[in-house]
């Protein structure tokens, strides 16, 4: 079955950078893309970053310049490289997936998610 697990998550200082990892575990047929979400206390989640098949990348326009997603195919790792991070940036990451089935279903995944907080 399809597993995300996310890590490098933690606490750091306003300025500061951070790497997240997103490993995925279990075959998937259809992938389309991964990204990267999160969620603020009282707020709603909101993409961040995606990156699809053929390695095309999209930004938030509040982490552009400061944010990269890139990716691994050889081991199913996708990261975000996170710079000049600001307190607005503490949030739960969360890695995402989504694909389209053998009957052109849309399908996706979630991972468990990973405390990023910014202190200032």
């Known amino acids: 079955q399809v597993q995300l697990v996310e890590s490098g998550g933690g606490l750091v200082q306003t300025g500061g950078s951070l790497r997240l990892s997103c490993v995925r575990s279990?075959?998937?047929?259809?992938?389309?893309?991964m990204g990267w979400y999160r969620q603020a206390p009282g707020k709603q989640r909101e993409e961040v970053a995606t990156i699809s098949v053929s390695g095309d990348t999209t930004y938030a326009t509040f982490v552009k310049g400061r944010f990269t997603i890139s990716r691994d195919t050889a081991t199913n790792t996708v990261y975000l490289e996170m710079n000049s991070l600001r307190s607005d940036d503490t949030a739960v990451y969360y890695c995402?997936?989504?694909?389209?089935?053998?009957?052109?279903?849309?399908?996706?995944?979630w991972g468990q998610g990973t405390q990023v907080t910014v202190s200032s």
């Open positions: 279990g075959s998937i047929f259809g992938l389309r893309s």
């Open positions: 995402h997936v989504q694909g389209r089935d053998s009957r052109w279903f849309p399908f996706d995944y």
